[in-house]
């Protein structure tokens, strides 16, 4: 199966700093790029969708300023979490669609992002 | 809105038991339901898959029947193997909804010798 890439696996970073995630597509071009979180014992949630070379749509009650997220290329989107803060630690994952939003995603192995 | 409920984890079974993940789920319409394993170090990946009602989603010996009435996309296997040992997610898509997915909290399977 196609393959996603995420990187970091894991990062620690103080409060206040910002942090950027990224979510590449090896072997595929993804025109849809999908973020979710994961607090612990809870669901992955669906952050926000990213098009290649458009704004992000972002799901209700997540804030744009604060996870600010780029799909400048059909391989790559980052997430940045700004001026992070120990609630925003939780595990982030991505998901890339080849053929748009209605065509199976593949997934990354996400980031284990813990604030201090 | 929509929501997945799976039985909490960790399960820890011995090779050959047999296996059983619940999975329940509320939603609007007829989604379309998923089961997503994901090994350790790994990315998720798709197990299986059922689009309709009755429809039953199979591979690497997991079974899953998509059932209307009990809303319920229960994760079954006869015989477990230690490289099955994975965290398994249910999951559903909402007709139209393309691949935004709705996740259940996952369930961590040990399997040991």
């Known amino acids: 199966g196609a393959v996603v890439s995420q990187h970091p696996s894991w990062v620690i970073c103080k409060s206040g700093t910002s942090v950027k995630i990224e979510c590449r597509s090896l072997d595929f071009q993804a025109t849809t790029m999908f973020w979710y979180r994961q607090f612990p014992k809870q669901s992955l949630m669906l952050m926000a969708t990213s098009n290649e070379g458009s704004k992000a749509t972002y799901e209700q009650g997540v804030e744009k300023d604060k996870f600010l997220i780029n799909h400048a290329s059909l391989t790559l989107s980052t997430l940045t979490v700004t001026s992070a803060h120990p609630e925003d630690s939780s595990f982030y994952i991505c998901?890339?669609?080849?053929?748009?939003?209605?065509?199976?995603?593949?997934f990354g192995q996400g980031t284990r992002l813990t604030v201090v | 809105g929509d929501s997945v409920t799976q039985m909490e984890g960790p399960v820890t079974l011995s090779e050959e038991a047999f296996l059983t993940i619940n999975c329940t789920y509320t939603?609007?319409?007829?989604?379309?339901l998923f089961w997503y394993v994901q090994y350790p170090g790994e990315g998720l990946q798709l197990l299986l898959k059922?689009?309709?009602?009755?429809d039953k989603g199979s591979n690497k010996g997991f079974e899953a029947t998509y059932r209307k009435e009990t809303t319920s996309f229960h994760l079954e296997k006869g015989s477990v193997q230690v490289s099955d040992s994975a965290v398994y997610f249910c999951a559903l898509n909402r007709p139209g909804g393309g691949n935004k997915l709705t996740f259940g909290t996952g369930t961590q399977l040990k399997v040991e010798l």
């Open positions: 939603a609007t319409g007829y989604p379309s």
């Open positions: 998901s890339a669609s080849p053929g748009g939003v209605f065509t199976e995603a593949f």
């Open positions: 059922a689009t309709k009602a009755d």
